[in-house]
């Protein structure tokens, strides 16, 4: 629950600078202004390729932390996120679509890449050990409490649900709180790109 609470606390905060910022870039979403550095995290591949979250160069990335077995927010998130890379044509290619996995346990590399691909084959899926996962989550202010009291199979896993966008330098630069219009995030690439 303490974790839910900072979450929450720290969406607040962003929500608040977000607002104050939001006129100066004509972007749609939640502006971080100032932008945020991010940290960098590495991720292991089923290949044994690694994929990492640093900046690279002419490069937006998308950011989507969920579960594969989520009945409803994450499949829409990354229906979503079709939508919006169909929208932009060729400039998607300087954009990073990435799912990662808050439910490490479950979601192996394979498991989180296939569902990723599912939507489309460019969009990235990783999944990282437990310390990692939770140190990324602290990282980006994410929630995610499973529900124990279920089987271990088929339980649920409450977590936060905003998208994160983060410019060619890494910096965290506008959030996309679930329900958002998938066009806003369209726009703001568009414009950014």
């Not at 629950?1 to 939001?22: D, E, F, W």
């Not at 994929?51 to 499949?75: E, I, K």
């Not at 998130?77 to 400039?91: I, Y």
């Not at 490490?104 to 050990?129: C, L, M």
Request: proline share 7%; charged share 15%; net charge negative.
């Amino acid at each position: 629950m303490a974790m839910i609470g900072r979450g929450l606390r720290t969406l607040g905060i962003v929500a608040l600078a977000a607002g104050l910022g939001a006129c100066d870039r004509g972007l749609e979403g939640m502006v971080i202004d100032p932008p945020k550095a991010m940290p960098t995290f590495t991720f292991t591949r089923v290949d044994g390729s690694s994929f990492s979250t640093a900046p690279t160069a002419g490069q937006y990335t998308v950011l989507f932390f969920g579960y594969t077995n989520c009945p409803d927010v994450c499949p829409t998130t990354m229906a979503d996120f079709t939508r919006v890379k169909s929208t932009l044509g060729e400039a998607a290619s300087r954009v990073r679509f990435v799912f990662i996995s808050v439910d490490p346990d479950r979601d192996t590399p394979q498991v989180a890449a296939d569902y990723a691909r599912k939507f489309d084959p460019a969009f990235i899926g990783v999944s990282a050990d437990p310390l990692t996962t939770v140190s990324i989550l602290q990282a980006y202010g994410i929630a995610a409490t499973p529900d124990v009291s279920s089987d271990h199979a088929a339980h649920l896993v409450s977590h936060s649900s905003q998208v994160h966008l983060l410019d060619d330098q890494g910096r965290l630069i506008a959030l996309y709180p679930y329900g958002s219009p998938w066009k806003m995030l369209a726009h703001d690439l568009a414009q950014l790109l």
